[in-house]
């Protein structure tokens, strides 16, 4: 049996991904996502955490904003990104290391909480990673974007962004489930306003309400017709 590996396509695709250096686009949506971790994180323990997937570090640099996390430790399958990462110097970042997409190389229950913000939907193998993300944390923080809305075409088509999987409220959280995970806390939020803004302008500004309105007094409906961001917070189920 081949060993689970990331494709070389994919790998290609990511190795100068972040060579721009700081994305003020990635920065406004880090906002956000890191919104989402404290939501759902606060009440756990938090000593030590792993971003798996880190890309340019702009949600590790948040987390030491905010002091959420005494040492915080990166991995990402991109050399652009590590690059981008340690001319950050995150204060708080006690590791930062280049890995295979797959393979976790820390030991069990090594983290508190592993974080895999906008990643799933970019891998080959989510229920490899996702395993590997429990091994090493006890908790396991997953966002990705819920773009199975009825507006997906129905032909494949690969592109810069990279994503492959495409998921639903309903699907993502099936999907941690049948790794073994039990999910403690789900939500569905918004991309930051300023993020609109900044891509589109007024035009942005009314699609965020829109997109807002609807969430909040259709929340099905609107995840049906928009795409928006879904976050889980997961812990290991433990053998009994």
């Known amino acids: ?59 590790l640099k948040r987390l030491s904003e905010l002091h959420f996390g005494d040492e915080l430790y990166a991995l990402e399958i991109s050399s652009s990104g590590i690059e981008t990462i340690k001319a950050k110097e995150i204060p ?50 997953i966002e990705v974007p819920l773009e199975d809305t009825i507006r997906l075409s129905s032909d494949f088509v690969f592109d810069r962004v990279g994503h492959i999987n495409f998921y639903s409220p309903k699907t993502i959280r099936r999907l941690v489930q049948s790794c073994n995970l039990r999910v403690l806390g789900q939500i569905t939020t ?28 259709l929340p099905r409906l609107a995840t049906e017709l928009f795409t928006y961001h879904g976050a889980l917070v997961c812990e290991r189920k433990v053998s009994q």
């Open 92 to 141: 708080q970042l006690a590791e930062c290391k280049i890995f295979d997409g797959y393979h976790v190389p820390y030991d069990n229950d090594r983290f508190d909480i592993a974080i895999m913000s906008h990643v799933i939907e970019h891998v080959e193998y989510p229920r490899q990673l996702l395993y590997e993300a429990s091994r090493v944390a006890r908790y396991v923080f």
């Open 1 to 59: 049996m081949n060993e689970i590996k990331i494709s070389d396509y994919l790998k290609d695709n990511y190795e100068d991904y972040y060579e721009e250096g700081d994305s003020e686009w990635r920065r406004l949506g880090a906002l956000g996502k890191t919104d989402n971790i404290v939501s759902l994180c606060s009440n756990l323990p938090r000593s030590t955490i792993l971003e798996i997937g880190a890309g340019e570090g702009s949600i």
């Open 190 to 217: 918004n991309p930051p306003r300023r993020a609109y803004t900044y891509e589109k302008g007024r035009k942005g500004l009314i699609n965020y309400y829109t997109k807002e309105v609807l969430r909040r007094m």
